[in-house]
């Protein structure tokens, strides 16, 4: 999803077309908000009988899903053109069994931005890792999930 047409499109188009996007479609997981400004994110994955498992709770792989491109995709235009953002690596730790609806907020906050730019002046990448909870409706921690995010400048190439 690293394309230079999805480095333009707004929030609000990204939102449309992420919740028509099959693999979330078919998971039955909703992007509920993208914000303007590329800082937020929040996604909702309700619990139907054909994403459930043999013992009645979510399917660990749309719990991973759900949690997937976020950071990329935040980052990405956060960072703007001149940086490369690519998917490292993802963990996830199951907590509790998902029963009920359950939902996962990407935040990246200016000081988190002025960190990572401050960063890429003395190294040429980074990998940071972000940490996400999964709650339910109740806010009871379902799991955690880790995304470790490539960053680096793109290289100049001479003309």
């Not at 047409?5 to 979330?24: D, E, G, H, Q, Y």
Request: proline fraction near 3%; charge should be positive; aromatic fraction near 12%.
């Amino acid at each position: 999803m690293q394309s230079t047409s999805m480095k333009t499109v707004s929030a609000k188009n990204l939102k449309r077309l992420l919740n028509i996007w099959p693999p979330f479609w078919g998971s039955g997981i909703r992007v509920t908000e993208l914000a303007d400004d590329w800082s937020y994110a929040k996604v909702r994955l309700r619990k139907y009988w054909f994403n459930r498992n043999y013992v009645d709770v979510h399917y660990g792989g749309s719990l991973f899903s759900m949690c997937d491109p976020f950071y990329m995709l935040l980052l990405l235009h956060k960072m703007g053109r001149e940086y490369v953002v690519w998917d490292k690596k993802a963990e996830i730790k199951f907590i509790k069994p998902g029963r009920k609806d359950v939902f996962a907020e990407f935040k990246i906050t200016e000081d988190m931005m002025s960190e990572l730019k401050q960063q890429l002046e003395t190294q040429d990448k980074i990998e940071p890792v972000f940490e996400v909870d999964i709650t339910d409706t109740d806010g009871t921690l379902i799991a955690k999930v880790w995304k470790t995010i490539h960053i680096s400048k793109k290289q100049k190439t001479a003309s």
